[in-house]
């Protein structure tokens, strides 16, 4: 056997599933990686979201690395920026800082035939045999076209590039957006707003849960002492994950049982009929990221609190004007109104074999085998890119689990196997037609209109359970990628 080639690599990103490839990368022996963020910091969402009442609805003790266990959260739902204490943690102890550069955005990356070649925007280039594209789901704010918007006097803040000097108490605020993150800022902000306006274009269902819950130090205590039952722990959640991930992919009881809880949550907080009413969803709860919140119909509910389902028309320079010609004064407009989630790494120029741009090849919608290749960008690998399953297995894991998989082809290529690995169009739309058949007896295929959704009308999901995605994840399969030796020039 010859001697083992050192790959360069550059990671997109330095949230979730770029510590996740960077660590595993690590751990398998290959340290010539640079990790490129836009941000400021490392974190990714938990580093760009910094509203008030941000909290993870995701139990803490799985929202976590597998590889970097924190038996002692202070909350059951862990804080935002504990969250993003966590991350920039787990980068400090595994040594990431001294690859990571920050405020570099990616601005393009290019496939030159056998390497990558990247710019940033901060002026610097990079070349690299792989790319990890880390770049998140989540990312980029939608924000929303209203006549008028850009004419309102007031401040106007999008949740997800919160504006930390906005001073909100006393003030009278809209906030426009009902899904996780117009619940938790509706919540936080009612209690010292003025006056707070929640407008509501479709209510979305909110299960009732305690998300203030301390996790008692004690239980913190006792897990870092016991590394062995905190792993348990950890894979008793997995288990129970399992559950979930069943509820959402296959009608049974238990899908019944917990729609019949999202129900019995609206009927038993809100008991006056016409807000009921119209807080009641049109579409079957869970097809849409379901929204827990133990605090948002109570703030609804408040003196101060108003609920107005009544359809914007536009904004005024002093407010909102609704379509039945009433004006609602506002000082502040927060804009809950979510991401535009199927950018991923756009708006990079990302151009790949044979100048395919990453445009060109997704017209119709992003698609990739297996959540991670994508034909006609060749030694390039996502990590939560498209078909991740975001509605229903732990995130951290999904990404390990893919952080694996592209380790081992990097070490093929390290064995000196090839030069160039690439998937196949086939394969890619093999995989597709896997995903779309097993749409359709998930909740989300029930009628709703959400986020999940492509441009194209596909669900931008992965409707396969834990084990189907690391069976999937567990080895690369040859016959499904095509191969190039620079050297010899041949393809095989
Ligand atoms: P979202 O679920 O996409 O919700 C966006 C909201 O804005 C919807 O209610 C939408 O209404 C409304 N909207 C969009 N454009 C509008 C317009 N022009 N006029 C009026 N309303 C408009 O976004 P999100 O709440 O930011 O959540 C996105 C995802 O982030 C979640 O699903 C979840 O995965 C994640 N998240 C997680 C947590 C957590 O605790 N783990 C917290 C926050 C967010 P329509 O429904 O009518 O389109």
Request: glycine share 10%; charged share 20%; net charge negative.
């Amino acid at each position: 056997m010859g001697t083992l080639r050192q790959p360069r690599i550059v990671i997109i990103g330095a949230g979730v599933s770029g510590i996740a490839s960077a660590i595993t990368l690590q751990r398998n022996g290959f340290h010539d990686f640079v990790i490129l963020e836009k941000g400021s910091d490392v974190g990714g969402v938990w580093h760009w979201n910094r509203y008030p009442g941000l909290t993870c609805d995701v139990p803490s003790q799985l929202y976590q690395f597998g590889f970097a266990p924190k038996p002692d959260w202070s909350h059951i739902f862990a804080p935002g920026p504990e969250i993003q204490g966590y991350l920039a943690d787990v980068a400090e102890q595994h040594g990431l800082r001294s690859h990571l550069r920050v405020n570099a955005e990616v601005v393009a990356a290019t496939f030159t035939g056998s390497q990558w070649q990247l710019e940033t925007g901060d002026g610097n280039s990079y070349t690299a045999d792989f790319v990890i594209a880390a770049t998140g789901v989540l990312h980029h704010p939608a924000v929303p076209e209203i006549p008028g918007l850009s004419e309102f006097t007031g401040d106007i803040v999008h949740t997800a590039r919160w504006d930390d000097g906005l001073e909100t108490a006393g003030k009278k605020i809209a906030v426009l957006g009902t899904g996780s993150t117009g619940v938790q800022v509706v919540s936080a902000l009612q209690p010292q707003a003025e006056r707070i306006t929640h407008f509501v274009r479709s209510p979305q269902w909110v299960i009732w849960a305690p998300m203030w819950l301390p996790q008692p130090a004690f239980v913190g205590a006792v897990l870092n002492r016991l590394p062995k039952v905190n792993r348990a722990l950890y894979q008793a959640g997995m288990t129970g994950a399992r559950l979930f991930t069943d509820v959402v992919t296959r009608p049974s009881w238990r899908r019944r049982a917990v729609q019949e809880y999202a129900r019995l949550s609206l009927r038993t907080q809100v008991l006056e009929p016409g807000l009921r009413e119209q807080l009641t969803p049109d579409y079957e709860p869970l097809c849409k990221r379901q929204v827990l919140s133990g605090t948002y119909y109570r703030a609804l509910r408040a003196r101060n609190a108003e609920l107005v389902t009544t359809a914007i028309e536009a904004v005024t320079p002093t407010g909102i004007r609704t379509a039945d010609g009433r004006h609602h004064e506002v000082d502040t407009i927060v804009l809950a109104t979510g991401f535009r989630a199927h950018d991923y790494m756009r708006p990079m120029n990302l151009v790949g074999r044979d100048g395919i741009s990453i445009d060109d090849a997704w017209a119709k919608g992003p698609r990739a085998y297996r959540m991670t290749a994508i034909p006609g960008f060749p030694n390039l690998f996502t990590v939560l890119g498209p078909h991740s399953p975001t509605g229903s297995i732990p995130l951290h894991h999904a990404a390990e689990v893919t952080a694996r998989y592209i380790t081992r082809w990097i070490q093929r290529w390290s064995a000196g196997e090839f030069d160039t690995v690439e998937v196949t169009e086939e394969a890619t739309d093999r995989f597709e037609s896997e995903v779309a058949a097993a749409m359709g007896p998930t909740v989300w295929n029930t009628g709703c209109n959400s986020w999940y959704f492509t441009e194209g009308g596909s669900i931008d999901l992965l409707p396969f359970d834990r084990a189907t995605m690391e069976s999937m994840l567990a080895e690369p399969d040859p016959g499904d990628f095509d191969f190039r030796s620079c050297a010899s020039g041949t393809a095989h």
